[in-house]
């Protein structure tokens, strides 16, 4: 397998002259750079690194805050610092975190391809340790299924050691993928046996039961690498499935498509948030419903309420329609101007303090849209 390096540091001419080194030696390593901390992140965004090059003082951050967060990302990654400061408490801190090589800057070629030819032997030794232990474990009776089954129960029950999610990412052979976790519960057990349907449909990597941790609950594990308006299309596509499986069965199902996910805490987060809202809201109109009866007293848009649901704004605006039977402006207004017939009947509040309370920021406009919806003013208090 190709390893994946990142080149961190500030000055333009110290990045292309490691590139340059590190392509003539190592022909096949995938090289990545970054000149600070936020073009780091965005790469960590979109791929795992399995070695590191990495300037220890930048302007605005410390290199060593950079391979500590690196490293909670990914603790198997090999890192090598390169540094005009020989300074032994950065040493000394750097050796702490698991640096592999503390270079002082200016580092000779011969340091370098050392320093990297290291770093890839250690990362090959740990690549084929991951793959002696699934032979171990399919030697003793796992198939692959099962290993895979008890690892990803073992992220769902936040149990799993980054070694065995190690195991897990190699296994589905996604190394620089992302996965759309799309988690489903069900109140009938005959939905078991029609997802067959969907997964035939998804080109699935893989789909469990997970009744072991969540009654009645079913994964489903997509890995893709997309851009960000790929993600949308295929969160679009997802739904869209969903929605029709349910009217096709006239099934009572609830799901939740993750954000994606890489590494092992955003697995984990991906899991536990995915379940919480489910269980907050057993239906996917309950939640869209209480969100706005919560929050309908503010300027509350479409595109808010679109993301509570995980959905696009279009296509939210077309799932709305198609499930509440009116549009959402149209929704909105008439749930503000029934909770002021409410407030005018029930209290003493002038009709500006009961347009401010329902959302309306223009009394004006609340006048307009009241009398359009119940054919009176609101100043008649005898509603």
């Known amino acids: 397998m190709t390893e994946t390096c990142f080149i961190v540091d500030d000055e333009p001419i110290e990045v292309l002259a490691l590139e340059k080194i590190l392509h003539e030696r190592f022909p096949d390593l995938k090289i990545y750079t970054a000149t600070g901390g936020s073009q780091l992140f965005k790469l960590l965004d979109q791929y795992k690194p399995d070695i590191m090059l990495i300037d220890i003082r930048m302007p605005g951050i410390n290199g060593l805050d950079l391979v500590k967060e690196v490293k909670e990302m990914y603790p198997k990654v090999q890192v090598t610092?390169?540094?005009?400061?020989?300074?032994?408490?950065?040493?000394?801190?750097?050796?702490?975190?698991?640096?592999?090589?503390?270079l002082v800057k200016p580092a000779s070629r011969s340091e370098v391809i050392d320093s990297v030819n290291e770093m890839i032997k250690e990362v090959q030794k740990q690549k084929n340790l991951r793959n002696e232990k699934i032979h171990n474990k399919e030697r003793v009776g796992l198939t692959?299924?099962?290993?895979?089954?008890?690892?990803?129960?073992?992220?769902?029950?936040?149990?799993?050691?980054?070694?065995?999610?190690?195991?897990?990412?190699?296994?589905?052979?996604?190394?620089?993928?992302?996965?759309?976790?799309?988690?489903?519960?069900?109140?009938?057990?005959?939905?078991?046996?029609r997802l067959n349907e969907l997964r035939d449909l998804w080109d699935l990597t893989f789909s469990l039961v997970l009744d072991e941790v969540y009654q009645n609950y079913h994964v489903f594990l997509l890995f893709h690498k997309q851009s960000n308006s790929q993600r949308e299309e295929l969160k679009d596509y997802l739904n869209e499935n969903l929605m029709l499986f349910k009217e096709k069965y006239n099934e009572e199902i609830a799901w939740v498509i993750s954000a994606p996910?890489?590494?092992?805490?955003?697995?984990?987060?991906?899991?536990?948030?995915?379940?919480?809202?489910?269980?907050?809201?057993?239906?996917?109109?309950?939640?869209?419903?209480?969100?706005?009866?919560?929050?309908?007293?503010?300027?509350?848009?479409?595109?808010?309420?679109?993301?509570?649901?995980?959905?696009?704004?279009y296509y939210f605006s077309k799932w709305f329609k198609k499930n509440f039977h009116k549009n959402f402006s149209e929704y909105i207004q008439e749930l503000r101007v029934n909770r002021a017939q409410k407030l005018l009947k029930q209290t003493d509040l002038s009709v500006k303090e009961v347009s401010y309370r329902t959302g309306f920021n223009d009394?004006?406009?609340?006048?307009?849209?009241?009398?359009?919806?119940?054919?009176?003013?609101?100043?008649d208090r005898s509603l």
């Open 261 to 313: 996910a890489r590494n092992r805490e955003q697995f984990y987060y991906a899991f536990e948030k995915a379940h919480s809202e489910i269980e907050g809201s057993h239906t996917l109109q309950e939640k869209v419903v209480n969100y706005i009866h919560s929050n309908y007293h503010r300027d509350l848009k479409l595109d808010e309420v679109a993301d509570i649901a995980n959905f696009s704004s």
């Open 144 to 193: 692959d299924y099962y290993l895979k089954r008890d690892l990803v129960l073992g992220v769902a029950r936040r149990s799993l050691d980054q070694n065995d999610f190690d195991i897990l990412i190699q296994l589905f052979k996604v190394d620089q993928d992302e996965a759309i976790i799309v988690l489903l519960k069900y109140e009938d057990r005959m939905v078991e046996k």
């Open 363 to 379: 009394p004006n406009y609340f006048s307009r849209i009241f009398k359009k919806i119940t054919g009176r003013n609101p100043t």
């Open 81 to 102: 610092i390169i540094s005009a400061h020989e300074y032994f408490e950065y040493a000394q801190k750097a050796i702490e975190l698991g640096v592999k090589k503390y």
